[in-house]
């Protein structure tokens, strides 16, 4: 039997979470260029266009080296509205800090993975039409056995056109998430934040979705996180093979913990 994990899950019909500041970093968004066809990103003002990326099924992977949304802009993923998911990994040594607009076209699910961090600023916002996955794991696993990973990530020919399976955590782990911005998502759809330890003051917010976090401790051994078959994403996570995780919640409607 799995022990020594840990699991905050908070699921409400209209869910509010109040999740410790982040430092104020420049953030910008490049491109890697270790896909097929490689995501593309230019400045209309003050919004960073991002176009491109690599198309399988129904799935968008974009690859970046950094990924930020400073004060007052935007990142705008103009993806083709019959996307269903819009998976992006992050490659580089930053911390994503987001502390602007993250805006995608249609019904699209949103993950952005960065296993060095993700730090949301008091001025985050989401306009997304489908959830939202944050996490700071090392790659998506898919059914067909293959991975979208952001360590190591290589030049990647063969993507999946499967939904995204779970979540893989190597050893060593020590990227957090923090939040300090308001976050919502549509009716009906969720947020799910994974990571090493998350800190916030500030909120996440559905109607009739779900709001899922998970915390995967102990930075000694590998994980995995299912992100679940229900389509909402956040509908429940494997235990995982960590301990000793940090999760700092001022308030939430349901609340279990596992160890």
């Known amino acids: 039997m799995l022990r020594n994990w840990q699991i905050v899950l908070a699921t409400t019909i209209t869910s509010t979470i109040f999740l410790c500041p982040p430092t104020d970093t420049l953030a910008q968004i490049t491109p890697d260029n270790t896909l097929v066809n490689n995501?593309?990103?230019?400045?209309?003002g003050n919004i960073n266009l991002i176009e491109g990326g690599t198309t399988a099924g129904k799935n968008l992977f974009h690859s970046l080296k950094e990924f930020g949304v400073p004060k007052s802009s935007e990142a705008y993923?103009?993806?083709?509205?019959?996307?269903?998911n819009i998976i992006t990994r992050v490659t580089g040594n930053s911390i994503s800090n987001i502390d602007g607009l993250i805006r995608a076209n249609g019904s699209a699910n949103l993950f952005l993975i960065n296993p060095r961090g993700i730090v949301f600023g008091k001025n985050a916002e989401l306009d997304i039409g489908g959830s939202f996955i944050g996490s700071t794991a090392n790659s998506l696993k898919f059914p067909d056995g293959n991975e979208f990973r952001a360590i190591n990530p290589g030049n990647q020919i063969l993507l999946s056109v499967?939904?995204?399976?779970?979540?893989q955590y190597g050893k060593n782990q020590t990227g957090n998430i923090t939040n300090s911005g308001n976050l919502s998502v549509n009716d009906g759809k969720s947020i799910t934040l994974i990571s090493h330890s998350l800190e916030n003051i500030g909120s996440l917010k559905t109607n009739g979705g779900q709001i899922s976090i998970a915390t995967i401790?102990?930075?000694?051994?590998?994980?995995?996180?299912?992100?679940?078959?229900?389509?909402g994403y956040g509908s429940r996570f494997a235990?995982?093979?960590?301990?000793?995780?940090?999760v700092a919640l001022k308030r939430s409607t349901r609340k279990s913990r596992h160890g």
């Open 162 to 167: 499967n939904v995204p399976l779970g979540l």
């Open 39 to 44: 995501s593309r990103v230019r400045k209309e």
């Open 239 to 246: 235990p995982l093979r960590r301990a000793k995780a940090h």
């Open 77 to 84: 993923f103009n993806n083709r509205v019959d996307i269903n």
């Open 217 to 231: 401790g102990s930075i000694n051994n590998q994980g995995f996180a299912s992100l679940g078959n229900s389509g």
